[in-house]
C-alpha cells in the first residue's frame, strides 16, 4: 500500500508549476485587457468612440480583471511565492476597495468620463496597472521557467550511468 503513494515533493512540483502557469496566463490577460483599455481611452478621448460606446465596451471587463488579479494573489500565497504575493497585495486591496465601495454602481461613468481630468486620471491608472502587470509578467516568466527547469530536468545527481 505504501509504494501506491506518490512522495509529497511529487505534489509540491504540481502546485508549483500549477501556480506558475495559471500566474502566467493570468498576467498575459491583464496585460491585454490595460492594452484594450488604454486603446479604447485614446478613441475616446480623439472622438472616435462615443461615451455610452466606452462605458458599454469596458464595462463587462471591470470584474474579470478584480477577480484574475486576486486569484493571482491567492494562488501565490498558496504556492509561498512571498515575492509575488507582497507585491500584489496593495493592488489586490485597491481593486477590493474599489469593489465595495462602488457596489452596484458602474466603474465608468458615461456622464462624467468625458471630462479631461477624468480621461487623464483613467489614463494614468491604465498606463500604472499595464506597468505592473508587465512587471508581474517578467516575474511570472522567470518564475515558470525555474520550476520547469527545476522540477522536469533531471540533475546530474539523480542520473544513474
Known sequence: ????????????????????VISF?????L?????????ALGDLSSDIMGPIDFCQGLEPFVIPEYI??????LLYLAGHYWIG???????????FNMWFTKRGQKRFDYTRIRRTEV?????????????????????NLYWLVMSLVHHLVPSKRTMVF
Open 85 to 95: 504575493f507582497l507585491i500584489n497585495v496593495p493592488l489586490a486591496y485597491y481593486h
Open 68 to 73: 484574475v488579479q486576486g486569484v493571482i494573489t
Open 31 to 39: 496585460i491585454f485587457n490595460q492594452i484594450y483599455l488604454l486603446v
Open 25 to 29: 496566463i493570468g498576467s498575459i490577460a
Open 119 to 139: 480621461i487623464q486620471h483613467e489614463n494614468k491608472l491604465a498606463y500604472l496597472k499595464l506597468g505592473f502587470y508587465l512587471v508581474l509578467f517578467l516575474l
Open 1 to 20: 500500500r505504501d509504494s501506491l503513494r506518490l512522495p509529497t515533493s511529487f505534489f509540491m512540483a504540481l502546485l508549483e508549476i500549477f501556480v506558475t
